[in-house]
C-alpha cells in the first residue's frame, strides 16, 4: 500500500499529462511484476519550458519495482519539439531513486539546437543485478551506435520505485522547448 | 571453456518456453559479460535458444545486444550467427566491424517472411533503421524446430578484448 501511495504522489509531482501504465504479462507474471513481464508508460506530456535558463522538468515516471529484474531493460524514447535558432537547447533522460529530481544520473542527453524537432531513445540495462546499472554514454539520439566512450555505470535499486526524469535547459530563456511524447518499456526476462 | 558451457547450459535452461500463440510478445535476455581474449579465431560469446515455433510465420525476433572492447585501430568483429546448432556455425548473417570506439550497440531484425523455414535479416547492425544496398540477408533456417542465435567475436590480436555485456531477445507473433 505505501508503494502504491508513493507512486501515486510521484504522479503528481508532476503536471500537465496524461499518462497509462500497463503491465503486460507474457509470460511468468502474475499480480506483481515479474520474469517475463513488460510493464510501459505511455504518455504525451505535450509540456513547454520558457522563460528562464534553469533546467526544468518535463515530466517524471516512476517504475514499478522490479519491472526489469536483474538483467532487463529499460527502453526510453521521447520526442520533442523547439523553436529552431543556434542557441543551445538541452534535453535530458535522468535515472534515479527520486521522483522529479534534476540530481538523478544524466543517462542521455541531446542538443536541440538548429532542428526543429528529435526523437531519441535510451537503453538502461540492469547489470547482473537489480542494483547495478549500464547504459551506453554519450551517444545522444541514437541507442545503436559506437562509442569511444566506456559503459555509464549507476546503481539505482530497481527493487524499489525508480524515476525516469526527463528535464530541458534553455540556454537563451526566450527560447521554448516542448515535451511531445515518451515511451517507458520495462522488459524482464 | 568450462565458464562458456555453464554459461550456455544457463541460456539453454532459461529459454524453456514452448511455441508462441499467435498474438504474444516474448522477451528473453541476460547480462553474461563474456569476454573473448587470447584466442584470435572467431569465438563463440553466447548462444541463444530459440524454441521451435516461437516465431510464427510472420514473426520478429529482435535481438539487442551491449558490447565493450578494446579501443585500438584494429578491427574486431562482431558476428551474429543463425543455425540449427550452437557454436561458430551457422549462416553469418551480421557483422559489425568496430575499431577506435570502446562500446557498442546493436538491434538485429530476424523475421520470418510468411513461412516458418522463410526468414530474412536486416544486416544493420549499428545502422539498423536506413538502407542498405546488399539487401537482406536469408537464412531460411526451419524454425519450427530449435534454432540458435551464436554471437561471436574476433580479435586482430591476442592481447584484446571483446565482451559481451548484455542482450535481450523480443520475439514479436502477430
Redesign the interface.
Known sequence: MRRLLALALAALLVGGQASTNSNMNVGGGGATIAAGSYWYSQTYPNFTITGDTAEHVFTDVPVPPGAIGPTGILRITLAWTANSNANAKTVRVRFGSVAGSGANANIGQQNAANNTVGQMQVILRNAGATGSQAILAGVGTNPYIASANTLMLTSVDTTQISHVTITGTLAVGTDTMTLLGLTVEALHP | MRRLAALAFAVWT?LT?AAHAQG????????P?TTQTGTIPETLLVAIPVPGGAVGPNGLAKL?V?W?YT?SANTKNIGVRTGTSSGVTGGLVANTA?T????????FFFRNNGALNLNNVYAGG????GTIAAGLNVPNINTAGQWFFNLTATIPTAAETVTL??W???IINP
Open positions: 532459461s518456453l504474444t510478445y516474448a522477451i528473453y535476455g541476460d547480462y559479460n539487442t551491449t565493450t579501443n568496430v577506435t570506439t570502446a562500446t557498442a550497440q546493436t538491434v549499428l545502422t539498423p533503421y555485456v548484455g535481450t531477445l523480443e
